[in-house]
């Protein structure tokens, strides 16, 4: 953490700053852990910086202690670049994916290590806003810079009909996310609907306008016959 500018100036501003913070939390006498967790968030900057499993990850390493905690994260984490990740496809992408309540199905998405070093080890994605949908983390192999996978999750949908939104985020070891959100828009539907959508779609289909069949003239028939006759043949087809 130490800055070395000749003149002991960035040892100094270094000190100072860790002064500062520890001044700001030696007269904190909580033990409780969600307080904890929200003191070291504003501490060490804002929720989209420092997630509560993050914080948490911290404190619960160092007993809880959150002048430990500040340092432990301070000494490995604030100097740590994060891995980059991109989505490179949503392949069940709709804006309202139509499914029955209580319905397991597995969601996928494609994605890429669009970094320069390769992804630390147990990496995972997890629910980091909305509804989860019965799923739970799940790992991330080690890709190297330029690789792709597919990470699939087995997910379940809410026993009421609904819209359901689920945001999913990569996260490092530690907890820190990183790379593009991912997304899942559910519409949870009434047994049967789907089936009355298709059948009302195929019905739209049977009364439509069928496509216009070229008339075939006989050429044994002379012209002017076909030109007078054209709306107006017997039913029999003689003439």
């Not at 509560?52 to 430990?68: E, K, R, V």
């Not at 994060?82 to 397991?104: F, G, K, R, V, Y």
């Not at 049967?192 to 006989?218: A, D, K, R, W």
Request: glycine share 8%; net charge negative; proline share 8%.
């Amino acid at each position: 953490m130490d800055v070395d500018n000749g003149d002991g100036g960035g040892v100094s501003n270094s000190m100072d700053i860790e002064q500062s913070l520890l001044q700001q939390f030696s007269c904190l006498g909580t033990t409780d852990r969600d307080e904890l967790v929200q003191q070291l968030q504003k501490l060490l900057g804002s929720p989209t910086q420092l997630n509560q499993s993050t914080a948490a990850f911290f404190l619960d390493m160092n007993n809880w202690n959150l002048q430990a905690a500040i340092c432990s994260y301070l000494d490995v984490e604030a100097s740590n670049k994060l891995p980059a990740m991109a989505l490179l496809s949503d392949p069940d992408a709709s804006e309202t994916e139509n499914i029955e309540p209580n319905t397991q199905f597995q969601k996928a998405w494609h994605i890429s290590n669009s970094g320069t070093e390769r992804w630390p080890v147990d990496c995972y994605i997890q629910c980091s806003d909305g509804n989860s949908l019965g799923a739970e983390r799940a790992y991330l192999p080690a890709l190297q810079p330029g690789q792709s996978t597919y990470v699939i999750v087995g997910m379940h949908s809410p026993p009421l009909p609904g819209i359901y939104q689920s945001k999913w985020r990569a996260c490092t070891p530690t907890g820190s996310y990183f790379g593009d959100p991912m997304w899942v828009i559910l519409s949870v539907v009434e047994q049967g609907t789907i089936e009355l959508t298709e059948q009302l779609s195929h019905f739209n289909e049977l009364g439509s306008i069928p496509p216009l069949v070229p008339q075939v003239t006989n050429p044994f028939i002379p012209h002017y016959i076909h030109r007078e006759n054209k709306d107006s043949a017997p039913p029999d087809g003689r003439f």
